[in-house]
């Protein structure tokens, strides 16, 4: 319970400080370590006050994602919610970890992997061969798509269609390496630091399809008139944890709790809450 009672507590102190950081494309890496040192510092601040609780024997598991990414991690109100918060907020406490989040740009993830500024990256992260070259990632824990968004009366059936087109993606996610295929094919990409800037240039004609993964497509479908999703899915992947290439201690420790959380139906029970079956 007071590990709950902390991590709210932790949500709110850090999406005040955070605020500026989402809205911002340019240079978040700035902002993003104010941040990280600030909410450390709290972090320890409130541990002492509270000496002995298993928060503060265990410490501070910092999660580095991109709250532009519903239903997985979005900005609700002040809060950072969604699946991969969830999960990782239950794998935080069976470390006896208090979690911390820090909100960057998608493509800034691995670095601060890498550099050691953030221990675990949680952001509908798509396994890739190339990404395991930087990093390790855990057991997955859940498949995914990359779907493609158009215009209810686009031309555009299917992924053959693509090819001449203007395609939006997210930068640096799978779906701009998929789509960027298409370039080959006389298509112009177009990358958008929030998958629903994408959306966005769509909807203003600038873009003739968005390729994004399928459940903020739905989201964004959901929220806006005239865009459909096509059937067809460009591919299907699977998600898991980034961490630190080599970090076996702690790639371990993570995999044992995912595992239980698998095991007891925990993590069912929150892709549930968020994700309704069809
Ligand atoms: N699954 C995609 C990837 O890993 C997109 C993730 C995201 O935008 N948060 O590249």
Redesign the pocket.
């Known amino acids: 319970m007071k590990k709950q009672v902390l991590a709210l507590f932790m949500a709110a102190v850090m999406t005040g400080s955070l605020t500026g950081c989402g809205s911002s494309t340019a240079g978040p890496t700035a902002g993003a370590d104010t941040t990280a040192a600030e909410t450390k510092a709290d972090a320890e601040t409130k541990a002492e006050a509270d000496t002995k609780t298993e928060e503060a024997a265990g410490g501070v598991l910092v999660m580095a994602t ?1 709250a532009e ?1 519903p239903p ?1 991690e979005y900005h609700d109100g002040g809060s950072i919610v969604g699946i991969d918060v969830e999960v990782a907020e239950a794998i935080a406490a069976k470390l006896g970890m208090t979690l911390e989040i820090d909100d960057i740009a ?1 493509d800034s993830i691995i670095p601060e992997l890498e550099s050691g500024k953030a221990d675990i990256g949680v ?4 396994v890739s061969e190339d990404r395991l070259k930087n990093v390790d990632f855990t057991d997955t824990y859940t498949t ?1 798509s990359q779907v493609i968004i158009v215009k209810e009366d686009s031309d555009i059936a299917g992924p053959d269609d693509l090819a001449g087109k203007y395609i939006g993606v ?1 930068l ?4 701009d390496i998929y789509a960027s295929d298409y370039e080959e094919e006389g298509s112009t990409i177009e990358r958008y630091n929030k ?1 629903f800037e994408a959306v966005q240039a769509m909807l203003q004609g600038k873009i003739d399809a968005v390729v994004i ?1 399928v459940e903020p497509a739905k989201v964004f479908v959901a929220q806006n008139e005239g865009i459909k999703i096509l059937d067809e899915p460009l591919t299907v ?1 699977e ?1 898991a944890i980034a961490i630190k290439k080599g970090n076996t201690e702690l790639l371990d420790k993570v995999n044992k709790a995912l595992g239980e959380l698998k095991e007891s139906g925990e993590l069912q029970a929150i892709i549930d809450k968020y994700i309704s079956a069809e």
Do not use: L, S
Not at 123 to 126: E, F, I, K, L, R
Not at 172 to 175: D, E, L, V
């Open positions: 991109n990414f997985y998608f952001a509908g992260m798509t995914a997210q640096g996610t799978t779906g998958g993964d992947e998600y």
